[in-house]
């Protein structure tokens, strides 16, 4: 998405679009994937991971190589919604691929806080390449996503085609019912969601308040959430030394407290230093949480559903990409943007209670593991 993004502005002008129309652009994008990664999930529970990864990536690709040959607004919406698709599908099974290898501990932090790192330089050097690329033509910029298809290949190769079991068969797929019964399910889905329901509301609504409330410029702005954004990058890295002493479950309730108080310094809204702080805050942790969030699916996955759950959490977690600025938007039809704001530092004292409670769950069913392998 972000590659595409200075070219919002030429496409808008190339086909005539109004304000509301040009974000068809970024909706059917995005809506797909709300339902893709579960499917996905599935997808790769019964075909392996290869095949369903390099056809999505051949996919993304060619149809960024279509765009640079057929023009015409249809075949851009099309596009952009089998693409989706793909995205939210693929987003999700790389989560489940580095938890298949590294499914607990500091290793697992490791593996989830470089993909964090990679999707963040990504975010930044994607927009600039693309605004270069937009002095040859509107459409310019989708070749980039041409990039995808040498990564499908080298992907065919890296990537196991059916993951076998310890005896050299084939594992069997295993039923969608075992993903509903797993355990702390619905904590683990509620925490999901809360990161995104949390982190939009914040990048929609900050800036309408600083900017508004306390006078902040907006070229300040623009680098406080650089920074903020920079800095969970930062912590993502860190976060495996942090695995050494804390549960993952653990280290989201210290992410939940964390959310809390810099929802309360952005509301308070005294001055432009203690948004600009609350800002930084919400970064700091936001890069532990990301990272904790990922290694917890995994961890808490039943054995041989791993792909179908994590697809699940995926799904949940674009349904609070989604919601987010609707549900933050809709409180403001009752409250003050800073009322606002309290409001959802108290929601989040409510995540810290559900996460407590996963944690609870999570270290039971470690005790169950010691005990069952003692018996062996």
């Not at 995808?148 to 290949?153: F, K, M, Q």
């Not at 609707?326 to 409180?331: C, D």
Request: aromatic share 8%; glycine share 12%.
């Amino acid at each position: 998405m972000q590659g595409i993004v200075p070219a919002v502005p030429a496409i808008r002008d190339q086909f005539g679009l109004d304000n509301f129309e040009i974000g068809l652009i970024t909706g059917v994008y995005l809506l797909p994937g709300v339902f893709s990664a579960f499917a996905a999930g599935l997808l790769v529970q019964r075909i392996g991971e290869r095949k369903v990864v390099v056809s999505g990536l051949a996919v993304f690709g060619l149809g960024g190589g279509l765009l640079l040959v057929v023009n015409d607004l249809m075949t851009l919406l099309s596009v952009r919604f089998v693409q989706g698709i793909v995205f939210g599908a693929l987003l999700s099974i790389t989560v489940g691929i580095i938890g298949a290898v590294a499914p607990t501990g500091a290793a697992a932090h490791r593996g989830q806080s470089r993909r964090i790192v990679a999707m963040a330089v990504s975010e930044a050097l994607f927009p600039v390449a693309g605004g270069f690329l937009l002095a040859l033509a509107w459409y310019a910029p989708f070749g980039m996503q041409l990039l995808t298809l040498p990564l499908a290949a080298v992907a065919w190769f890296v990537l196991p085609d059916v993951r076998k079991t310890a005896d050299g068969k084939k594992s069997k797929p295993a039923g969608t019912e075992s993903v509903w019964r797993a355990p702390a399910i619905v904590g683990v889905q509620i925490l999901a969601a809360a990161r995104f329901v949390f982190k939009f509301s914040v990048l929609t609504y900050t800036p309408v308040l600083a900017v508004d409330n306390v006078g902040m410029s907006a070229a300040l702005l623009g680098q406080l959430v650089g920074v903020s954004m920079a800095l969970a990058a930062v912590t993502a890295l860190l976060s495996e030394r942090l695995a050494a002493r804390w549960r993952s479950s653990e280290l989201i309730v210290g992410c939940m407290l964390l959310i809390g108080v810099s929802l309360v310094m952005i509301g308070a809204a005294h001055s432009v230093w203690l948004v600009a702080l609350g800002l930084l805050l919400y970064g700091a942790q936001d890069g532990v949480y990301g990272v904790a969030h990922n290694v917890l699916a995994n961890e808490m996955a039943p054995v041989g559903a791993r792909m179908a759950y994590v697809g699940l959490t995926g799904t949940v977690r674009n349904i609070g990409k989604f919601i987010s600025p609707l549900a933050f938007g809709a409180v403001t039809f009752v409250l003050t943007v800073p009322a606002t704001f309290f409001a959802f530092a108290g929601a989040s004292l409510l995540g810290a209670g559900v996460a407590q409670r996963v944690a609870l769950q999570q270290r039971a069913r470690e005790r169950a593991g010691s005990a069952h392998g003692g018996q062996s």
